[in-house]
C-alpha cells in the first residue's frame, strides 16, 4: 500500500492506494511547519482505513512549498555565481535579469572565469583553475555557502563544470555547488539562472527533508518517501536535497497524473479547479505536456523542464460581482476564508460556490441563504464561468477538433455543462484529491538535452544512442529499478544557425520506482 500526499498553500491532501484501488482520501488544513499538517493528514487516513503503518511500503510527496518560498522570496540563502566563458560571455553578467528585491536577497557575487566550449565541442580556451580558486576564496571571505556553476556549452560537454566542482570540493569541502548542466536545457544565461535558484534553495530543501521524515515518525511508518517533480515522475530524498528546483509545478502536474489514472484517459485537456486559480493542462501519453518555451518563475526567466500550464483566476471562492448590467466572476477571491466569506456559509460575499449552490448544481452550505439570488444574475455568473473555462481551454488546445476534458479539483463543482471544443467532459470519483492521487502513482524519469554534431546516419544512430543511455541513467540514479526504464520520448532537432550538422537532442526515459510493490 502506498500513500500519496499533496501539501498545497491552503489545504494537504492524502490517499491511501492499494494496487489500483483508492481505499480512502482525507484533506487537512497545510501548517506553517509543513510536518504538522502532513502528520496529521497522514494519521487521520490510517486511521479512518483502519490499517497498520507496517503495511505502507512506500509515501510519495508532492509540495508547492519551493515555488511558493521563491515567489514569496523568503527561506533563501545567498550564492555566489561562477560562469566558466570569459570573456565571450561577459556581455551580460550572472544577475543582470534578475528583480531587485530577489537580486538583493540572492547575488553573494559573481564570476566569470576562461574555459567553455564552441558549440562543436571544441575547446574555447582552458580552464582558469586559478580564477576558480580565487572565486571561492572570496565566496568563503562573503560567508557563502552555496555555489552555481554555469559554463558556455556545457550541454554538449559538461568537463569544465564537472571540474569546477572536483576544484570546489578540494578547497572548500564545505560548501554545496549546484551545476547548470545537471538542471537547464540549451541556453546558458536561463540555464545558468535555474543553477543559482536550486543553489538559493538547497538548504530549505534539508530542513523540508526533516520535516516529512519527523511527519512520518510521528505516524510510525518506516517506508521511504518520495518526491513529486515537475514532469509528473518521483525522486529520491536524497535527489530532491540536491535538485529542489525540480518541484517546480509539481502541484498541477500532479492533478494531471491524478486525472488520467482516475479516468484511463491518456489524452485529454484536464482542467483542475481549486479555491482560487484553476490550471489547464494537457495530457499527453498519459503525461503532461512539456512547456517548449523559457519558463519565469517570480521574475526569474529559466529552461528547465516544466509542464505547459495556463492558470486562471477562476476558484470556488472567485468573488462575483454585477456592475451597469455586467457580471464578473474572479480574478480575486476569498480563498480559503470561503468558509467564512460566503453566503452559503454564512458570510457576505457572493462567490462562485454560492452561484453553484443557487444554480442547483451541487448542495452545500445553507442553500437558503442564496434562494434569493436573481435567476438573471445567477445565469449570467454561469455563464462567464463557462466563457473563462471555454477560453482556456481554446488556448490550450494545439490540434483541430474536439477532445475529452477530464474535471478535477475541490472546485470542480462550478462546471455542469460541456465546454466548447470538448468532445466529453469526464469527472471521475475521487476528483477533488486527483492531486494526491497523482503523486502516488508517480514513475520515476530522467532526461537529457544535448547538442551533437551530426555529419552521417552513422553518427546520427550513435548520439541517440547515448542519449537514450544517458536519459536510462539519469532516471536510475532518481530511484527507478534498472531493469523497469524505457524511453518515452525522444526528439532530434537540426539546428540550422550552426554549422557542422549541429543537432538537439531531447531524450526521455521512464521507470517504476524501486522498492515499491
Known amino acids: 500500500m502506498r500513500i500519496g500526499v499533496d501539501v498545497g498553500g491552503t489545504n494537504t491532501d492524502a490517499v491511501l492506494l492499494a494496487g489500483k484501488k483508492v ?86 557575487g559573481s564570476a566569470m572565469v576562461r574555459g567553455g566550449f564552441e558549440f562543436d565541442g571544441r575547446e574555447i580556451s582552458p580552464l582558469d583553475e586559478a580564477a576558480i580558486a580565487n572565486a571561492v576564496t572570496e565566496a568563503r571571505a562573503n560567508g557563502i555557502g552555496q555555489i552555481a556553476v554555469s559554463c558556455i556549452f556545457s550541454q554538449l560537454n559538461p568537463d569544465h563544470e564537472t571540474r569546477t566542482a572536483a576544484l570546489i570540493s578540494e578547497l572548500a569541502p564545505e560548501m554545496e555547488v549546484s551545476l547548470s548542466s545537471e538542471l537547464g536545457r540549451v541556453g546558458l544565461l536561463e540555464r545558468e539562472n535555474a543553477a543559482i535558484m536550486n543553489a538559493s534553495l538547497r538548504p530549505l530543501a534539508a530542513t523540508i527533508t526533516a520535516a516529512f521524515e519527523r511527519a512520518l515518525q510521528e505516524q510510525g511508518i518506516t517506508a521511504p518517501f518520495y518526491i513529486s517533480q515537475n514532469d509528473g515522475t518521483l525522486m529520491s530524498a536524497d535527489y530532491m536535497q540536491r535538485y529542489p528546483v525540480m518541484t517546480f509545478a509539481a502541484g498541477p502536474t500532479n492533478s494531471i497524473r491524478g486525472a488520467a489514472w482516475l479516468t484511463g484517459a491518456n ?89 453553484a449552490v443557487a444554480s442547483g448544481q451541487i448542495s452545500f452550505g445553507d442553500p437558503s441563504r442564496v434562494a434569493g439570488l436573481s435567476p438573471v444574475l445567477v445565469s449570467q455568473a454561469r455563464k462567464a464561468v463557462a466563457r473563462l473555462i471555454d477560453d482556456a481551454i481554446d488556448r490550450m488546445k494545439t490540434m483541430p477538433g474536439d477532445i475529452p476534458m477530464i474535471l478535477v479539483g475541490g472546485g470542480s463543482i462550478l462546471v455542469s455543462e460541456t465546454p466548447q471544443g ?9 476528483a477533488g484529491v486527483a ?36 536519459a536510462k541513467a539519469h532516471a536510475v540514479s532518481a530511484g527507478a529499478a534498472p531493469d523497469s526504464v524505457e524511453i518515452v520520448n525522444i526528439e532530434a532537432v537540426p539546428l540550422q544557425y550552426l554549422p557542422g550538422g549541429a543537432t538537439r537532442v531531447v531524450c526521455r526515459a ?6 515499491v510493490e
Request: charged share 20%.
Open 23 to 108: 481505499l480512502g482520501a482525507v484533506k487537512r488544513p497545510t501548517s506553517s511547519d509543513v510536518s504538522s499538517g502532513i502528520s496529521s493528514a497522514i494519521g487521520a487516513l490510517i486511521s479512518d482505513c483502519d490499517v497498520e503503518a507496517g503495511e505502507i511500503t512506500a509515501v510519495m510527496i508532492g509540495t508547492t512549498h519551493f515555488t511558493n518560498a521563491f515567489i514569496q522570496r523568503r527561506e533563501l540563502v545567498p550564492v555566489y555565481a561562477i560562469r566558466i566563458g570569459f570573456p565571450a560571455g561577459r556581455g551580460i553578467p550572472p544577475y543582470s535579469s534578475w528583480p531587485a528585491d530577489l537580486k538583493a536577497l540572492v547575488c553573494g
Open 422 to 430: 470538448v468532445s466529453e467532459m469526464l469527472h471521475p470519483e475521487h
Open 435 to 470: 492531486n494526491a492521487i497523482g503523486a502516488a502513482i508517480g514513475q520515476v524519469s530522467g532526461e537529457v538535452d544535448r547538442i551533437y554534431n551530426i555529419a552521417d546516419a552513422q553518427e546520427r544512430a550513435a548520439a541517440l544512442a547515448d542519449a537514450e543511455a544517458q
Open 267 to 355: 489524452d485529454a485537456i484536464v482542467v483542475d479547479i481549486g479555491g482560487t486559480t484553476s490550471d489547464v493542462g494537457v495530457l499527453m501519453g498519459g503525461f503532461p505536456r512539456q512547456s517548449t518555451v523559457h519558463v519565469d518563475v517570480g521574475g526569474v526567466r529559466t529552461n528547465f523542464r516544466m509542464p505547459d500550464i495556463l492558470s486562471i483566476g477562476l476558484g470556488g471562492g472567485s468573488q462575483v460581482r454585477e456592475s451597469a448590467g455586467k457580471v464578473t466572476v474572479g480574478p480575486d477571491s476569498v480563498g480559503f476564508q470561503l468558509l467564512t466569506e460566503g453566503l452559503i456559509f454564512g458570510g457576505e460575499t457572493l462567490t462562485a460556490s454560492d452561484i
Open 510 to 515: 521512464v521507470g517504476d520506482l524501486a522498492m
